[in-house]
């Protein structure tokens, strides 16, 4: 059997599922970092973490979703924020990695203006500049696991939105 046809035998919602529970997966993990490892974020890091929320909350809409077009929709909402994961990513490594302070950056206004920072510090607030919570697994820098799966699940996306044209 071909690799897109053992794909396609994955229904569009159970692909959305799955987004969702890598999301859930990917923010478990920056906790556990956090609290437990005390690698103390900084404000893309958090971002990145709000981000996730939103591809979760986005994928799962469109699995709960009946019907070709609550998949797309899904999966066009889950995309777009996928793609705003990865340039913030990319951003995070290229530009705010090697800044001293995060004070007053995109990042820092977004998370802000949304208030989390206040409500769920504990998820949602940096305690770390963009320079000094530079971290690695495996040899590879936290925002670049963040990239990939940001790339992975814009890819479902766009699988997503194929499969479900089809029904």
């Not at 793609?83 to 950056?105: E, N």
């Not at 990042?107 to 504990?122: E, H």
Request: hydrophobic share 60%.
């Amino acid at each position: 059997m071909s690799l897109p046809a053992l794909l396609g035998r994955i229904g569009p919602q159970a692909w959305l599922a799955l987004v969702a529970l890598g999301c859930a997966s990917a923010l478990a993990a920056a906790l556990v970092s956090q609290h437990v490892f005390e690698m103390h974020p900084c404000a893309w890091c958090v971002l990145q973490r709000l981000v996730f929320v939103l591809i979760g909350l986005a994928a799962a809409a469109g699995a709960l979703g009946r019907g070709p077009r609550a998949w797309r929709a899904g999966a066009a909402v889950t995309g777009l924020f996928a793609l705003a994961g990865v340039a913030t990513s990319l951003w995070h490594h290229f530009v705010a990695a090697s800044s001293v302070s995060c004070d007053l950056t995109l990042a820092d206004r977004i998370m802000s203006a949304t208030g989390l920072d206040m409500a769920m510090p504990q998820v949602f607030a940096a305690f770390a500049s963009c320079a000094d919570a530079k971290a690695n697994l495996l040899g590879v820098p936290y925002e670049f696991w963040s990239l990939a799966l940001y790339a992975g699940m814009a890819g479902v996306a766009v699988l997503v939105w194929r499969l479900a044209a089809r029904r």
